[in-house]
């Protein structure tokens, strides 16, 4: 019997220490950066003059129907990638900002294929250093 509960305690203890916690600095710099996705990523992405042009609205406009969804894809970006690394930064940034996109998409439904089209179209013309900067804010 102690030998079931050992083997047991050292199964528990494996399945613990795979999920691997970065440490507490660099904890810090990926709370910092999720911080600066929810409060920066509605203007990163509505500071794009090509993404404006393909939804066909201002960037207030744009703005104001993002930000609500900030939170709500920063949650789901946790959910499906979480920053315990160096290399998880760029996934998760990935998902947060798919979930933004997807969720203009749905925002404007009965036009949201013309707006696909143009994104599609126009990849290039997004700057990333702007983001950069905005994001940085």
Same mark, same amino acid.
């Given at each position: ?65 993002? %930000? ?37 998409? %749905? ?14 179209? @126009? ?9 950069? @900067?905005?994001?940085?804010?």
């Amino acid at each position: 019997m102690k030998k079931g509960m050992v083997f047991i305690a050292a199964l528990w203890l494996a399945g613990c220490a795979s999920q691997k916690q970065p440490p507490a600095e660099e904890k810090v710099l990926y709370d910092i950066f999720s911080q600066k996705l929810l409060n920066n990523g509605p203007r990163v992405i509505c500071d794009q003059p090509v993404y404006l042009k393909c939804f066909q609205i201002s960037e207030a406009n744009c703005l104001s129907e993002l %930000t609500p969804v900030s939170k709500e894809c920063g949650n789901y970006a946790e959910k499906k990638w979480p920053i315990r690394s160096e290399e998880d930064v760029e996934k998760h940034a990935m998902h947060y900002f798919n979930c933004m996109i997807y969720q203009h998409f %749905t925002f404007h439904r009965k036009d949201w294929h013309e707006a696909f089209a143009c994104l599609e179209n @126009s990849k290039d013309s997004f700057d990333p250093h702007r983001s950069l @900067s905005v994001f940085l804010e």
